[in-house]
């Protein structure tokens, strides 16, 4: 009798730590499950924050952070700085500067094929130099010269016929042009030259002519 129910004791007893075994096989260790699952919670707001369109995004150097360094954010460096305010530099001609501008005295015919800029600029500008035309000779006119005055008259800004037409009708041996030496953008983009400038530098002569250098 006594061993009977010992057997049955340690029946229940072998139950009893088998089922524990059980649940501690099942929750092994709650502790990592949670730090997976709040991993994989994270690593689903990196990814969604890692889309194309952020990774492209620049930060500035001074303000990144270790989330950024994580996230894979880029940051601007002081030489990606230098490197845009150059380019932006390199593109730039002081179109109110008189150092910019050259003017030349020439027969008729000049030998000139003048080209109209984009309507958003209007003018005209030098497209070819014939060769051995009074020009070419001169040596120092250049493609993509803006033509900014003839003699004492403003042309700027111009459609080409009225442009080209101040040339055609003006008069002597010869007839000075001004021109802007630079791009229409150059000459009349927002970091262009002002109307009351280029009025009070035709008033005055422009730029001495240039002596032919050929």
């Known amino acids: 009798m006594i061993s009977t129910m010992r057997s049955r004791m340690n029946a229940v007893f072998f139950l009893i730590i088998v089922t ?62 230098a490197e845009k305010v150059a380019a932006v530099n390199a593109d730039f001609v002081d179109a109110m500067d008189k150092a910019n501008y050259i003017a030349v005295d020439l027969p008729k015919p000049m030998g000139i094929i003048f080209e109209e800029n984009d309507t958003e600029y209007g003018g005209i500008f030098v497209q070819a130099l014939k060769d051995g035309g009074a020009a070419a000779e001169h040596g120092v006119l250049q493609e993509g010269d803006q033509l900014v005055a003839v003699n004492s008259i403003k042309v700027s800004g111009l459609p ?55």
Do not use: C, H
């Open 20 to 81: 524990a075994d059980g649940f501690s096989i099942l929750n092994q260790n709650p502790r990592r499950q949670e730090v997976s699952l709040k991993m994989g919670l994270f690593d689903g707001v990196k990814d969604a924050f890692s889309a194309p369109a952020l990774e492209r995004s620049a930060i500035d150097s001074e303000r990144e952070t270790p989330i950024d360094r994580w996230m894979g954010w880029s940051v601007v460096s002081e030489n990606d700085k």
């Open 160 to 214: 080409f016929d009225e442009a080209l037409g101040v040339i055609v009708d003006s008069e002597g041996e010869t007839t000075k042009l001004v021109l802007f030496r630079g791009s229409a953008k150059q000459l009349y983009g927002k970091t262009g030259a002002s109307q009351a400038w280029l009025d009070e530098l035709v008033a005055n002569g422009g730029v001495e002519a240039s002596p032919a250098s050929s």
